[in-house]
């Protein structure tokens, strides 16, 4: 049986993800990891960033320091562990 501390998920809301992926290109607008004439592993396919927060670590972390219920959905686990 899972303890009670691992019975649920978390993750973001959809309009919270969006939000946080348009930010993160809109950052990253015009700097060397997505200006383009060089080839880079951050960037997928369609040439959108996916990997690397294109600021500095103390505006991520200032970013992402507080925890907003409101943008989250929790989802209730089963009580099995399953292997």
Same mark, same amino acid.
């Given at each position: 049986?899972?303890?009670?501390?691992?019975?649920?998920?978390?993750?973001?809301?959809?309009?919270?993800?969006?939000? /946080?992926?348009?930010?993160?290109?809109?950052?990253?607008?015009?700097?060397?990891?997505?200006?383009?004439?060089?080839?880079?592993?951050?960037?997928?396919?369609?040439?959108?960033?996916?990997?690397?927060?294109?600021?500095?670590? /103390?505006? /991520?972390?200032?970013?992402?320091?507080? /925890?907003?219920?409101?943008?989250?959905?929790?989802?209730?686990?089963?009580?099995?562990?399953?292997?």
């Amino acid at each position: 049986m899972c303890p009670p501390a691992r019975r649920y998920a978390i993750e973001p809301a959809a309009a919270a993800q969006q939000a /946080f992926t348009e930010d993160v290109e809109r950052l990253g607008e015009g700097s060397v990891w997505t200006a383009g004439g060089c080839t880079s592993w951050y960037l997928n396919d369609n040439g959108r960033n996916t990997n690397i927060w294109p600021g500095s670590t /103390f505006d /991520f972390r200032r970013r992402t320091l507080r /925890f907003d219920p409101t943008r989250h959905l929790l989802h209730r686990r089963s009580r099995e562990v399953v292997a």
